[in-house]
T-cell receptor, first 114, second 118 residues
């Protein structure tokens, strides 16, 4: 258990509204990631963070922004939600113990944009 | 660019039999890592096994083993003695070289849905 929580776990919103998803970790991991999962696409990286205030874009970053003001929290914001952003969002951390860099995932947030 | 291909959308296996889930990858990097994750119907992503590109032996974790064939760029997951609880979606993923400012970003395949029949 990598101590990762996501909130909310489910959200329904309307097109054009802002949405913020929160990822919280309790074990001081340096690297954090946001992925989205859609049928037929596996998981795709949206943004990632390599430290407080250090973030960068992933494969599908358009329409998303992130912030990391403290180690334990990584926020994903949809400034103006669209129906194409209906998806399941997973947060992950990198754990470098044991000589590998395994990513462990949070429980996911199911977002529906109407 | 990295690419993961899982060519089996669905697989069926009888309980107690072994099953192999295929994964091929494409990368120009010399240093990389390969992962398998399990996603049951409840939705969480569960890490199963890891193989580094420089590891000389195939990785094993309990009933899971990774058949790593570097020249063929394949990293198949073998599940021995299948159990009903193994029914799930399985994802192969890879990361490129570790970099200070990128950590271990993963590229995923589309997954294989495994069904274990009693």
């Amino acid at each position: 258990d990598a101590g990762i929580t996501q909130s909310p776990r489910h959200k329904v919103t309307e097109t054009g509204t802002p949405v913020t998803l929160r990822c919280h970790q309790t074990e001081n991991h340096r690297y954090m990631y946001w992925y989205r999962q859609d049928p037929g696409h596996g998981l795709r990286l949206i943004h990632y963070s390599y430290g407080v205030k250090d973030t960068d874009k992933g494969e599908v970053s358009d329409g998303y922004s992130v912030s990391r003001s403290k180690t334990e929290d990584f926020l994903l914001t949809l400034e103006s939600a669209t129906s194409s952003q209906t998806s399941v969002y997973f947060c992950a951390i990198s754990d470098f113990t044991g000589g590998t860099d395994t990513q462990y995932f949070g429980p996911g947030t199911r977002l529906t944009v109407l | 660019a990295q690419k993961i291909t899982q060519t089996q959308p669905g697989m069926f296996v009888q309980e107690k039999e072994a099953v192999t889930l295929d994964c091929t990858y494409d990368t120009s990097d010399q240093s990389y890592g390969l992962f398998w994750y399990k996603q049951p119907s409840s939705g969480e992503m569960i890490f199963l096994i890891y193989q580094g590109s420089y590891d000389e032996q195939n990785a094993t974790e309990g009933r899971y083993s990774l058949n790593f064939q570097k020249a063929r760029k394949s990293a198949n997951l073998v599940i021995s003695a299948s159990q009903l609880g193994d029914s799930a979606m399985y994802f192969c993923a890879m990361r490129g070289p570790r970099e200070e400012t990128s950590g271990s970003r993963l590229t995923f395949g589309e997954g294989t849905q495994l069904t274990v029949n009693p």
